[in-house]
T-cell receptor, first 115, second 112 residues
């Protein structure tokens, strides 16, 4: 499967600041990437589908103006949490799908803590 | 709306025992089902993927079964080891939909 790298793996920020998380597909040109969020002791919830060269598709209840997704190249998607608040503290994981989501490879995740 | 449930939420067993983790889903119109392993604070590692037309998949000490009509899957771990301690997640991919729906997870602890 694809090799997926996420950066940073851990970030702490002050309330009101913005944080950018990168997801890179190291050995596969990904037209589609997926962003998930996982709160403590809960399962993963899909936030949005990142589409190369076009707008991301957001799941119901996810604010697109708060969680900005950019997929400007076939190997990089970024998730920016704007004006972060403590309730945004979570584990964010991206995944890369080969030819859709039939086979997914996940990044190691990025833990965001908002003070 | 697809709902995926895993029981039990947590399980502790002595090393060497065989064990079964359960996953149930409400909508049988699935494309495939995957079992993942997640270590604390880490990402996901895919363990087994079962296509909707298959009944089981095996990899080493792991065996996953799928009964699509009843909406159930099991993950069988043979001769458990302390290194198997992790959270195990199942996820289903719906037909005509590229989105995975994850289960609630089972936190497994193997006691040395």
């Amino acid at each position: 499967g694809a090799v997926v790298s996420q950066h940073p793996s851990w970030v702490i920020c002050k309330s009101g600041t913005s944080v950018k998380i990168e997801c890179r597909s190291l050995d596969f040109q990904a037209t589609t990437m997926f962003w998930y969020r996982q709160f403590p002791k809960q399962s993963l919830m899909l936030m949005a589908t990142s589409n190369e060269g076009s707008k991301a598709t957001y799941e119901q209840g996810v604010e697109k103006d708060k969680f900005l997704i950019n997929h400007a190249s076939l190997t990089l998607s970024t998730l920016t949490v704007t004006s972060a608040h403590p309730e945004d503290s979570s584990f964010y994981i991206c995944s890369v799908g080969r030819g859709g989501a039939n086979v997914l490879t996940f990044g190691a995740g990025s833990r965001l803590t908002v003070l | 709306k697809q709902e995926v449930t895993q029981i039990p939420a947590a399980l502790s067993v002595p090393e060497g025992e065989n064990l079964v983790l359960n996953c149930s889903f409400t909508d049988s119109a699935i494309y495939n089902l995957q079992w993942f392993r997640q270590d604390p604070g880490k990402g996901l590692t895919s363990l087994l993927l079962i296509q909707s037309s298959q009944r089981e998949q095996t990899s080493g000490r792991l065996n996953a079964s799928l009964d699509k009509s009843s909406g159930r899957s099991t993950l069988y771990i043979a001769a458990s080891q302390p290194g198997d301690s992790a959270t195990y997640l199942c996820a289903v991919l719906r037909l005509g939909n590229e989105k995975l729906t994850f289960g609630t997870g089972t936190r497994l602890t193997i006691i040395p």
